[in-house]
């Protein structure tokens, strides 16, 4: 019990690294830190339950203005054929021409349109995103966990963005139906 009261301490006095307001987010350009960056589709599986995959990003940038959010850029590009499941044999099976077609397309990617902050920690992201060779404009709802100087150095800007997407837009077979969800938790890092 001494040990664990102990730890607690020691953590309570630890300093702190990430601060949970946008403006202490240093202005800049940003790199996806894609080692600590997951994205994950929700798919309806049936109506019973949701499926999840997850997929590996290759690439993203973030340009920040505190003093004039609405003005900020961001992209991140996917890797199709990176999709991951728990069900042997599957993510192969989704890589091919009758899910994401991964041979034809690669990539999916999501492009910011606007930017708009609602409080100190959460805001909307338009953009254009593109999977399958289809472009639709979305909305990610996009909650910062935290901004900061990073554990290692250098400043840190790290958020938590969820959006949805018709599947019926992007010619899967007629059994994946309704809407995906979409939840990036990323971190980026200052150039």
Same mark, same amino acid.
């Given at each position: @019990? ?11 006095t630890a300093p702190a ?6 403006? +202490? ?69 989704? *890589? ?11 990539? @999916?990617?999501?492009?910011?349109? @606007?930017?708009?902050?609602? +409080? ?20 990610? +709802? ?26 019926? +837009? ?10 995906? *969800?979409?939840?990036?938790? @990323? ?5």
């Amino acid at each position: @019990a001494v040990a664990i009261v102990g730890s607690g301490r020691a953590l309570s006095t630890a300093p702190a690294f990430a601060k949970t307001n946008i403006s +202490d987010a240093a202005a800049g350009a940003y790199t996806l830190d894609i080692n600590h960056t997951a994205v994950v589709a929700r798919v309806p599986h049936g109506g019973f339950s949701y499926e999840i995959f997850r997929f590996t990003p290759t690439q993203g940038s973030l340009t920040w203005d505190p003093a004039s959010p609405n003005a900020s850029q961001v992209n991140v590009t996917v890797s199709t054929a990176s999709i991951q499941t728990p069900v042997e044999g599957f993510s192969e099976e989704l *890589q091919g021409a009758n899910f994401l077609n991964a041979a034809q397309f690669p990539e @999916a990617t999501f492009v910011s349109t @606007a930017f708009r902050q609602t +409080d100190a920690t959460h805001g909307q992201v338009d953009g254009n995103f593109t999977l399958k060779g289809v472009t639709k404009q979305i909305t990610f +709802d996009v909650e910062l966990i935290g901004a900061g100087r990073g554990m290692r150095g250098g400043n840190v800007i790290g958020f938590h963005a969820t959006a949805l997407i018709n599947n019926a +837009d992007y010619s899967f077979p007629g059994f994946i139906r309704g809407q995906t *969800q979409i939840v990036i938790d @990323a971190e980026f890092q200052k150039r």
